[in-house]
């Protein structure tokens, strides 16, 4: 099985993410952890392994935002 490994940098952090494919049009995105292998974290799914990325990164920039509140 090919894992692809991604390495992002959202709000000053670096990410490892590997995703895989496990389905014919099914990949699934995860961070990893330093000694590899998936995280805690949920999975992320799209049909491509970038669009599992890309779905995965969204969430981790939502996540890093601050909250605003209604004034």
Same mark, same amino acid.
């Given at each position: 099985? &090919?894992?692809?490994?991604?390495? !992002?940098?959202?709000?000053? =952090?670096?990410?490892?993410?590997?995703?895989?494919?496990?389905?014919?049009?099914?990949?699934? @995105?995860? +961070?990893?952890?330093? !000694?590899?292998?998936?995280? @805690?974290?949920?999975?992320?799914?799209?049909?491509?392994?970038? !669009?599992?990325?890309? =779905? +995965? &990164?969204?969430? +981790?920039?939502? @996540?890093? !935002?601050?909250? &605003?509140?209604?004034?």
């Amino acid at each position: 099985m &090919t894992v692809h490994r991604f390495e !992002q940098t959202i709000s000053g =952090r670096t990410y490892l993410i590997e995703a895989m494919r496990v389905d014919q049009d099914r990949w699934r @995105a995860y +961070l990893a952890s330093i !000694q590899g292998g998936p995280t @805690a974290l949920m999975p992320f799914y799209g049909a491509t392994a970038e !669009q599992a990325v890309h =779905r +995965l &990164t969204d969430w +981790l920039t939502l @996540a890093h !935002q601050s909250p &605003t509140l209604p004034v």
